[in-house]
Structures are given as C-alpha cells and as structure tokens.
C-alpha cells in the first residue's frame, strides 16, 4: 500500500509546503488546507515540533560514533534538494549563492544511516538539510526521524521545531529537512542536534462496521497496536455533511505517538476523502484518543459503502538518541540581514495591535505584532507582504516563550527577490475574525439561555448575539444531553463552548466539533454527561463574528 507515501509527497510538493506551524492553530491549519492528509503524514510533516522536549532526558548513547564539526565551512552545494524544497524559495536561494554552511555528519546504527548535509542559519531560523538511508525499504514501509531537536547553549532547544522526510526514489533514500526558530545570538556556536529514534511504520485497517444510520453510540473492539477499542457516534449536519465523533482507548499508551488512527471510508471499493475541519488526536476526559471527521453525505449515503479504522502499526525502531555535535554560524548570512523598527498600528485609530519589527533576512521576512492584552488571537486570517511587485503569504509561527501578547509572522523570500533598504515593503492583513467576551464572565454571559422541558425531543430556542441569529437545539439521547448550536448567517463565526451555572458548581459541556477561527463552519456541539433535570440554564464562554471583505494595509517601507 503506497496510498500514504503518495499523499504526502503530493503534500509536500505543494506550492505551499508545509507550512510553518502556529503549534496551536496547526492540526487546524493544516487538516483545513488538505484533507486528503491522515494524522501520521500530518505529524511526518511537522515532526515533533508540537511539544517542547525535556531536555533533562536526553543523553548520548556512548555506542553512537558522533564527529565533530570543525570551523564552518562554505561550499557549493551539490545535491539535489529541489523536491525537498519546493515553496522554500529562501533556503534554495542561499544555497545558489553558496550560503549553505557543509556539516558531512553521519551516524549509522542497525543498518540506517541517518546524515546530515548542509546548515542554513541566519537572524530568523536554522535549517538542515539530511538524508536517511534505510537499506532496501519494502513498499509498504514510511521511515520517520521522532523528536529532532537542537539543544545545548546560548538558548537552543525553542519550542518551535518542526522536520519531515521524503522519499527519494532515484537515489532510494529519504531526503530531510529541519527547521527551529532558534537563531545563535553570537556568530558562531556550539550545540548538539539530536534525533530521539528513527521508526518505520506500515499502513493497516481494520474493518469497522459502523451504521450510518444509528444516533447512538457504537463501539467495536481494536486489540491491535496497542489499541483496545473504539467508540464512533455520527451526527447529522444539515443536509450536507456527516460528522464522525469517535474516541479511542489505548491499553499501551505510548502506542498514541504512532498510531495515529482514523476512519476513513470506501464506497464500492474507491477511497472517500474526508472534508476539511476535522481534528484528530484531541485528549479525552480519561486520556482517550479523540477525533472528529466530516464527510460528504451524498458520498457516503447510498451506495455500498465500507468503513474502516486506518492506523500506522510500528515495524522498526532504531533506538537512539542520536546525536551531533555542531558549531553552526550565522556570519555568512549577516551582509543580507536588515533589522527595521516600525511600531506602526495595524489599523488607523484602533491602538490594540501595534507592528513591532521587521527582519529581513536572506532566506526569510519576519514580522513581530504586539497586543495590549495578553492571550489576545491575532484578528486576520490571511496576512501577505507586497515586495517589489510581489506578492508573498504568510504564516503564523508560535509566540517567543514568555510573551503570549506577541504574534510572529513569517514569509518566504522567493528565488529571485533582491531586498534593500529602499525596496518597498507593504504589509496587508484580510478576513477580520472578532471575538466577543472571554474567558471571564461579560455581558453576554450574565444572561443564560434558560433550556426547559428538556427530554428526547429535540426542540430549538433562537437568541440574537451581535445582531446575528444563533439557533440552539437540545435533547437527551440516553442519559446526556447534547446542545448544538449554529447560524444561518455565514457571519457568524461560532461559540466556542458552553456551560451550565456558574462559579465552583458550573458544569462544563464537552465539545463534540472542533471548529476553527475563519473556517466558515459555525456549527458546534457539546455534551453533558449524566445530565439529570428538565431545565437548564446555560452560558456561553465566548464567541466570534466574521468579516471576509475587511482589509488593513500597512506602508512598511519606505
């Protein structure tokens, strides 16, 4: 079975790559950009960079033959990284101007030989670039590296580190990169890359007889990969979609970083993709597995179809850690480097948000942009810089340690874009999304929706937030009780969770959907568990309005 290997090096020969992860916002992000992804090319693509590692429980393997670098050396690069690369027009630039910094590392355990090539480094990230030779790889087989990380001195180890692997077939190797927003404050430094193991994983299924057509609960036995069982319960979403809620318990829990299950549908005998939306890999109330999947209703309606439960089963691990010690530099790239301080508000007369700073390296433009309040979402979706007469997308990357008030931007420099100081920049912000309350009680929560005669009938209540009209709908099915909530007006973006009373004593519904800032869906569900009574009254934490036309542009330079 190729159908994983294909789909992610279709994914990863995008336009867009992978992007660069806002580690809150990522899951989302990308299930939303391409559905076609299973959980376990999803976490091949960004890695381990999803979780800060502890670096107290690392330690080098004495068997492990580790080479020292030398001083940094400069060279023409000479290897092929064009697929690896596609949509990192920064990185192939500085290796066509000889930036790249030669490392000539390899260790070699159980036959793989994991090897690192060439290191880019400059004022906003560092880039390495790797092959993974596995010996012959059978057809069914995807290679990882799990939990590369740098650390060591001079504020290694950052939160936000991302790697992925591609196979290779004319050289029949994986080809790597890696990427950590840690930059070294000095020219050089020295510090130690580490890969946690190296895992080969196959693509399995198990059948999975769900019907389609029942309200209720289902669950089925697993037993395999550590798994124990399943629970699936599919709702109804209008007359368009059909939403998979499932949880998954795992007798071995460490099973959970590899398995990555999920259903996935045939209808006489072709795949059926998922829409975009879902999430997988959510954390239950009891350490459960959590997903949800949307699908087509038409798709999956009428006709034969077959479901099945798809996981990653674990064939080889190489056990590391794996480890190289590195002096990398940065020296190279400072010719190209421009550091502008702007403080310019990102829109006229609204002072909440404030463009901090512009770094404008060989490879990559960052943008810093500061709100008065912490714990503040960046309001835009979509954010792009007009360079020269070109246009370049952005992504969000995590906030620095200790500044949550901050939201860092990063755009990809093209091939062929010369930047100086008088080149003019203009940065543009589209697709305004505004949050109303908050984690704290507000206006709209002081008065609840008072839910009466509550029992197995569904009944609707309609309630206008901003303006807009929100359609509740609650009923017990079993003994828990289910309150969606949706709008007919696009505009309206969702509520993020409910819940009943207030104070010590208030019950928190458990969300069944996984929505999205900007997605277009506003429809949500929540349960409560043993929910006992006919009436409740029922608050809102907070929820968010949509404005797609709204646009603020902002003169960088000159």
Do not use: C
């Not at 810089?385 to 995590?398: C, D, I, M, Q």
């Not at 928190?508 to 429809?523: I, R, Y």
């Not at 309005?545 to 000159?558: A, N």
């Amino acid at each position: 079975m190729k159908k994983l290997e294909n789909m992610l090096e279709h994914r990863l020969n995008e336009d867009k790559g992978v992007p660069y992860p806002d580690f809150e916002r990522m899951w989302g992000r990308l299930e939303q950009e391409n559905s076609t992804m299973t959980p376990l090319q999803l976490r091949m693509a960004n890695g381990s960079g999803n979780r800060r590692r502890n670096w107290s429980k690392i330690a080098v393997v004495a068997s492990f033959s580790v080479l020292i670098a030398a001083a940094p050396v400069y060279a023409a690069v000479h290897y092929d990284w064009d697929n690896l690369l596609h949509g990192r027009g920064g990185v192939q630039s500085a290796l066509a101007q000889n930036l790249g910094q030669q490392l000539n590392q390899s260790v070699t355990q159980d036959g793989v030989t994991l090897k690192l090539h060439t290191a880019i480094v400059d004022e906003n990230r560092t880039v390495i670039l790797f092959t993974l030779d596995v010996g012959k790889r059978l057809e069914n087989e995807n290679w990882n590296v799990k939990g590369m990380t740098l650390k060591g001195a001079d504020g290694a180890n950052g939160p936000s580190e991302f790697s992925y692997v591609l196979w290779d077939e004319k050289n029949q190797h994986y080809n790597g990169y890696f990427e950590s927003d840690w930059t070294p404050k000095k020219d050089t430094v020295n510090v130690q890359l580490v890969a946690d193991n190296l895992q080969a994983f196959s693509t399995q299924e198990l059948d999975l007889p769900l019907d389609i057509q029942s309200q209720e609960t289902q669950k089925f036995p697993i037993g395999q990969e550590g798994m124990r069982s399943i629970e699936v319960k599919p709702f109804t979403q209008g007359q368009e979609k059909i939403l998979f809620s499932s949880a998954i318990i795992f007798d071995q829990p460490e099973a959970k970083e590899w398995a990555f299950p999920n259903i996935v549908a045939y209808k006489n005998g072709t795949l059926i993709n998922s829409l975009a939306g879902g999430a997988f890999g959510t954390p239950g109330e009891n350490g459960e597995y959590t997903s949800q999947q949307y699908f087509k209703a038409a798709d999956i309606s009428s006709g034969e179809v077959n479901y099945k439960l798809q996981y990653m089963k674990q064939e080889k691990k190489v056990e590391g850690p794996l480890a190289f010690d590195l002096q990398l530099s940065k020296k190279q790239m400072e010719s190209g480097t421009i550091n502008t301080s702007l403080n310019l508000p990102l829109e006229e007369g609204e002072p909440n948000y404030t463009l901090e700073k512009m770094v404008v390296t060989p490879t990559q433009i960052r943008i810093a942009i500061r709100s008065k309040e912490k714990g503040n979402n960046f309001p835009y979706q979509k954010s792009t810089l007009e360079v020269a007469g070109k246009t370049l997308e952005g992504n969000f990357w995590r906030s620095p340690e200790g500044e949550p008030e901050l939201t860092v931007l990063r755009f990809e420099r093209p091939v062929d874009l010369e930047i100086t100081e008088e080149t003019p920049i203009t940065f543009v912000a589209k697709y305004k999304v505004t949050q109303h309350g908050s984690y704290k009680i507000n206006k709209d929560e002081k008065t609840p929706l008072l839910l009466t005669n509550i029992s197995d009938k569904k009944q609707t209540l309609i309630q206008q937030l901003s303006g807009y009209p929100v359609k509740w709908t609650y009923y017990m099915q079993g003994a828990d009780l289910y309150v969606e909530t949706e709008s007919e007006d696009a505009r309206f973006g969702g509520i993020n969770q409910t819940h009943i009373g207030l104070g010590k004593e208030r019950i928190l519904g458990k969300p069944l959907t996984v929505n999205f800032t900007g997605d277009g869906n506003n429809k949500a569900i929540d349960v409560y568990k043993g929910f006992k009574g006919t009436e409740a009254s029922i608050y809102i934490f907070f929820y968010t309005t949509d404005d797609p036309d709204k646009e603020t542009r902002v003169q960088l330079r000159p």
